[in-house]
């Protein structure tokens, strides 16, 4: 708990302490008006568009589940936002780029992929998948019994939709609105990629080129207070709505009658195009890696060496302390349920919700005005970074194991009062069996966020520190295209060979007592 206040604490008094007051009427200069605008209408649009394909596509999913692999693709979608995204940025620019499969159509349309429409499919292809996921969840939450009335009554598509499916999907709609709002209105490497101008800025975008490229570090505060106003309103929606855990499948799944039909045709074909699209970077990346001339020279170059090691150090100290500190919480959580305080417990699950409010890009800020203006300390290393990214990955390891945590708790807590069990013999003789599998899959998938992480890498890394997503970055930057394909699909064989082999271990690992 003391780390997480000191992470979050320091960089904000230091902000504090360096901001001039007298500025803050600057906000109302038109270049701030005209950022929040384009923050918010990017986001807006993303999350409709994100929001309308995801519902699409888990219906369609839904109705043709009897096809087999439907529900391995459905589980693989829970995981591909956890992917780095510049990977998918890349992807999307090798599709629909200058030189790109798809670019002719572009052409056709006088299009470009470098401004609003960049940033709007590169937001929908990272989040869509996981909308589909969550829409999913909720058809299979549906009971066997509405689903048999609305077949007795002859309810057939668009009609057996309105009355069964749309009330369903309803309940999340505020929730998954709010959330991709959120990750749209902080996203970071599709931005500065895609868009990056002055006419295609956001909040995000701009606080770190103020800091770094400007050193105007009182036009970034003015900017970072805007976006923690705006983020804690959208924030506090989300809070008051039911939070959807979409890592597993429910357990109640609802039966689905459909079979095979030629009447489904249009059905198939637009499935095949979702499919298509939802996984299209990721091929591309394989393609290209593959037929890239710099692979093997990348391979065992020192820079990719290097940004290697890094990018495994950072995985696995993130998503260690990241977990450490969730367990910290949960068992602080546990202790106020003892003193039976609802009341306190809502507050202090409100407090680690608000992380997502100190967006990554506003600590990194906090953090490099307080070594660089007040400690002179040009490059704080390695240790840094590892901090912000476990701090910030907590909400989401919070929510994976605090279900099946306070699940044990209330079912054992007068067993193991009763036979006398406490501390560490109790959490691994009771609780450990229960939470272990949720443990490590937020240790595996916090370890990989931290991994694609380019914020705070970008703040405090340097050409003797980088990871891959640094790598990637400036490679991208100095239009290196093939290294950065090379890197891009080492990249991505790092990543599940990394989820993969880490599970697998970690699920065999057990704890015992001498």
Not at 272 to 300: C, Y
Request: net charge positive; hydrophobic share 55%.
């Amino acid at each position: 708990m003391v780390i997480i206040i000191i992470t979050l604490i320091a960089p904000l008094l230091t902000i504090l302490l360096y901001y001039d007051f007298n500025s803050i009427l600057s906000s109302y200069q038109p270049y701030y008006l005209n950022v929040i605008k384009f923050s918010i209408f990017q986001a807006i649009i993303s999350s409709i568009v994100s929001v309308c394909m995801g519902i699409l596509f888990a219906h369609l999913l839904f109705k043709h589940s009897y096809i087999h692999g439907i529900n391995s693709l459905v589980n693989f979608l829970s995981f591909t936002f956890i992917l780095p995204t510049i990977i998918i940025v890349l992807g999307i620019i090798s599709i629909y780029g200058n030189s790109g499969y798809l670019n002719y159509i572009l052409e056709f349309f006088d299009l470009n992929i470098y401004g609003i429409l960049g940033i709007i499919i590169a937001h929908v292809l990272l989040n869509f998948p996981f909308v589909t996921r969550i829409i999913f969840q909720s058809l299979q939450d549906i009971s066997h019994d509405e689903w048999s009335l609305a077949k007795h009554n002859g309810l057939e598509g668009f009609a057996l939709f309105k009355t069964i499916e749309w009330p369903a999907i309803k309940k999340t709609l505020p929730t998954i609105l709010t959330m991709v709002f959120i990750l749209c209105f902080m996203s970071f490497a599709p931005v500065i990629i895609f868009g990056g101008g002055p006419n295609f800025s956001t909040l995000e975008i701009s606080i770190y080129q103020a800091l770094l490229f400007e050193y105007d570090f009182t036009k970034a505060i003015n900017l970072a207070f805007i976006q923690i106003i705006i983020c804690l309103v959208f924030l506090l929606i989300f809070l008051f709505q039911n939070r959807i855990s979409f890592f597993t499948l429910s357990e109640n799944r609802a039966s689905v009658t459909n079979t095979y039909s030629i009447r489904y045709l249009p059905d198939y074909l637009l499935l095949l195009l979702f499919i298509m699209f939802a996984f299209s970077p990721l091929v591309t990346i394989i393609l290209d890696g593959i037929q890239s001339p710099k692979l093997l020279k990348i391979a065992f170059s020192k820079s990719f060496l290097i940004a290697l090691t890094y990018t495994f150090i950072i995985s696995v100290a993130s998503g260690l302390l990241s977990i450490i500190l969730t367990l910290g919480l949960l068992s602080f959580g546990k202790n106020i349920f003892i003193k039976n305080s609802l009341k306190r417990f809502v507050v202090f699950e409100t407090y680690i919700y608000l992380l997502l409010v100190f967006s990554p890009v506003l600590i990194s800020s906090g953090f490099f005005i307080l070594f660089r203006q007040y400690l002179g300390i040009l490059n704080p290393g390695l240790w840094i970074v590892i901090l912000i990214n476990a701090v910030f990955t907590i909400p989401l390891s919070y929510s994976l194991i605090k279900s099946s945590f306070y699940k044990i708790f209330f079912e054992q807590d007068f067993l193991s009062q009763s036979l006398g069990l406490k501390g560490l013999t109790r959490f691994i003789l009771i609780e450990w069996p229960v939470i272990k599998i949720p443990v490590i899959t937020a240790f595996v998938v916090t370890s990989v966020i931290s991994t694609s992480d380019l914020v705070i890498i970008s703040f405090f890394g340097t050409n003797n520190f980088s990871t891959l997503s640094l790598l990637m970055f400036r490679l991208m930057g100095s239009y290196q295209i093939q290294e950065s394909q090379a890197v891009a699909l080492l990249f991505l064989i790092y990543c599940f060979i990394y989820f993969v082999i880490s599970y697998k271990l970690l699920t065999k690992l057990k704890i015992r007592i001498n």
